[in-house]
């Protein structure tokens, strides 16, 4: 089994530089830029942006009403703005409410806070099952909720992009943004997982 | 289209397996193909409501048996002959047999801030939102063989608006044309009793972003 999946990446390697070489040859793209879309979404945006967004959020009473209500601008502040982030809507867990994001149509996902989606979120499973079964799903990341807890599953189906507000973790009262932001997940932020104790944090 | 991308609610996938620590690309040739689809939607030879819809277009078997960048590369393969701007003989090859079409690689230079630019698909309305919050509305019972984005999952099934987005461009008409269409788009929330019965648990909601065309009142 393992040989074959080598070998069948190294087919599409020679595909992929097979079809990049075609396509520089036409004119239609230049090999410098794809240098610059691969190095943005592989080193510079990525999900330690949106966990900026939430420590600020948890840190500052102001700043959390206005990423409720009025979440593209309120993001754009921290110089977070761009594709796949265009209309972005900020949603809270409490007690009684859980957020989880998905797209069950195809991947979409908001990139300028979170970066590239993990393989999970774009792979049948998850699409399939987070509207039907999200306990279920929760399940699967080792996340139980209070039975009292309801959850609130969003369909990713328009240009509306979706930022979970995870509850803050208790122990963390005194924390600058900064370390606050070392508690929140990616996961925290699609509503798969919650953040992160400080215990959690320090092991 | 009734495609293989339709997933939501659908049985037999197994289990969510998250991988720890994972990389953003696993391959090489993910980073390539993934930045080859963005240059040439750069170029605006197409847009993402197409580029979607070239994706979908993957035969069944092939797109549940497909990585996402497998798909990507599908679509992209789909869309360059579609438009006339490669032919199947010259990817199969890997070289260029025919002369280039009219179409200008974006540089990269100034890519970083288009980026990073503030778009919106919004649109001004061309006439008042049907709907207002609180108002019952039925997914309609409809099975294009374009591109929609409304689910299957919710086609025929009873929801509330639960908010007003704005006017936006109407992927389903946009989709392969020049056309945007716009709409006003609503949050629509089902309960997911009234989309799963015994199945969807008392108090569970599932939300989604609906264009007008997509909804009448129930």
Known sequence: MA?????????MEVRVRALETLLTEKGYVDPAALDVFIDTYETKVGPRNGARVIARAWADAKYRKWLIEDATAAIASLDFAGRQGEHMVAVENTRDTHNMVVCTLCSCYPWAVLGLPPVWYKA???????VADPRGVLADFGVTLPETTAIRVWDSTAEMRYLVIPMRPAGAEDWSQERLAELVT????????????PTEAAS | MNGPHDLGGAHGFGPVIAEENEPVFHANWERRAFAL???????????????????????PADYLASSYYEIWFAGLKRLLVEHALVTQA???????????????AVPAE????????KNSYERPALAPARFKAGDRVRAKVMNPYGHTRLPRYVRGRTGTIAAIRG????PDAHCGTENEDPHWLYSVAFAAGDLWGPQ??????IRLDLWEPHLEPA
Not at chain 2, 167 to 170: A, I, K, L, R, W
Not at chain 2, 200 to 205: L, V
């Open chain 1, 3 to 11: 040989s074959h999946d080598h070998s069948y990446l190294s087919d």
């Open chain 1, 124 to 130: 049948p499973p998850y699409r399939a099952r987070a």
């Open chain 1, 186 to 197: 990616r996961d925290s932020m699609i509503g798969t997982g919650l953040a992160l104790s």
């Open chain 2, 37 to 59: 689809v963005m240059a040439l939607g750069y170029t605006g030879a197409w847009h993402i409501d197409t580029s979607r819809h070239a994706r979908e277009r993957t035969p």
């Open chain 2, 90 to 104: 010259e990817i199969d090859a890997g070289k260029s047999s025919s002369p280039p079409a009219a179409l200008t």
């Open chain 2, 110 to 117: 100034g890519l970083v801030e288009k980026l990073r630019a």
């Open chain 2, 167 to 170: 006017c936006h461009v109407f």
């Open chain 2, 200 to 205: 969807g648990r008392a108090g569970d909601e």
